[in-house]
């Protein structure tokens, strides 16, 4: 299935406006400028690189994906400046203005994920900006999702009513992320955003600013994701 098919173009309405609303809400956290140099990492379909053209067309993008998206061929064709590698070696030496990682670190655990988080700020030029967004699988967001999940067919591999509950109340440490051969983890199941800023701390960048989406209230209790702004350390 498509990575669009399973998020902006979901057959369910209540998440493609999630979706569509978590794009809404980057892009007021952290907007483009004129000229800025830009990393999408985890691009998928490229959705998120064509909003940025059409906002800012001076940008200039390169998405990266190991699985890229078929339908980032149509952003390609409306935007042909863009690049879109799958390879990290190709995205080629930043560094950038702005890194954007959108629903990409909950799919790795360990020193994948710690590995992902060093590129990220490496590539970033010292005034610029990293936003990344991250799935609320803890409380009771997450027990609302989870149970959505089931009700519409689409629950995550894996999912038992213990799972369910530990999610909950927060235990995620009793929950196995066990990642396949390339470190990928399909699952959000026991993820737990509240390690994303503590990662980026090691590598001497402080969150600056935050966001909530879909709903327009300051708590992870009732939305379903997270973003962060990340700067360099003083």
């Given at each position: 299935m498509a990575y669009s098919s399973m998020t902006i173009g979901n057959t369910n309405s209540i998440k493609r406006w999630s979706h569509n609303s978590r794009f809404t809400k980057a892009l007021?956290?952290?907007?483009?400028?004129?000229?800025?140099?830009?990393?999408?990492?985890?691009?998928?379909?490229?959705?998120?690189?064509?909003?940025?053209?059409?906002?800012?067309?001076?940008?200039?993008?390169?998405?990266?994906?190991?699985?890229?998206?078929?339908?980032?061929?149509?952003?390609?064709?409306?935007?042909?400046?863009?690049?879109?590698?799958?390879?990290?070696?190709?995205?080629g030496e930043g560094p950038f203005d702005k890194v954007y990682c959108l629903e990409t670190l909950e799919h790795f655990v360990g020193p994948p994920l710690m590995d992902i988080v060093t590129f990220l700020t490496q590539q970033t030029a010292p005034n610029g900006r990293i936003l990344v967004s991250v799935p609320i699988e803890i409380g009771p967001s997450s027990l609302l999702k989870n149970l959505f999940r089931m009700a519409t067919g689409q629950r995550h591999r894996g999912t038992t009513w213990k799972i369910v509950w530990d999610s909950f109340i927060g235990n995620t440490s009793a929950i196995a992320r066990p990642p396949s051969d390339t470190g990928w983890i399909s699952s959000h199941l026991g993820f737990d955003f509240r390690v994303i800023p503590v990662l980026f701390a090691k590598c001497g960048f402080e969150v600056e600013s935050y966001g909530y989406s879909p709903m327009p209230l300051p708590t992870h209790m009732i939305n379903s994701q997270v973003l962060f702004r990340f700067k360099r350390k003083a």
């Amino acid at each position: 299935m498509a990575y669009s098919s399973m998020t902006i173009g979901n057959t369910n309405s209540i998440k493609r406006w999630s979706h569509n609303s978590r794009f809404t809400k980057a892009l007021s956290v952290m907007p483009p400028a004129e000229n800025d140099r830009i990393l999408d990492f985890g691009t998928g379909d490229g959705h998120l690189v064509g909003l940025l053209k059409e906002q800012c067309p001076s940008v200039s993008v390169c998405g990266f994906d190991p699985h890229l998206d078929a339908a980032a061929n149509e952003v390609k064709q409306r935007f042909p400046d863009v690049r879109f590698v799958r390879e990290r070696d190709s995205i080629g030496e930043g560094p950038f203005d702005k890194v954007y990682c959108l629903e990409t670190l909950e799919h790795f655990v360990g020193p994948p994920l710690m590995d992902i988080v060093t590129f990220l700020t490496q590539q970033t030029a010292p005034n610029g900006r990293i936003l990344v967004s991250v799935p609320i699988e803890i409380g009771p967001s997450s027990l609302l999702k989870n149970l959505f999940r089931m009700a519409t067919g689409q629950r995550h591999r894996g999912t038992t009513w213990k799972i369910v509950w530990d999610s909950f109340i927060g235990n995620t440490s009793a929950i196995a992320r066990p990642p396949s051969d390339t470190g990928w983890i399909s699952s959000h199941l026991g993820f737990d955003f509240r390690v994303i800023p503590v990662l980026f701390a090691k590598c001497g960048f402080e969150v600056e600013s935050y966001g909530y989406s879909p709903m327009p209230l300051p708590t992870h209790m009732i939305n379903s994701q997270v973003l962060f702004r990340f700067k360099r350390k003083a």
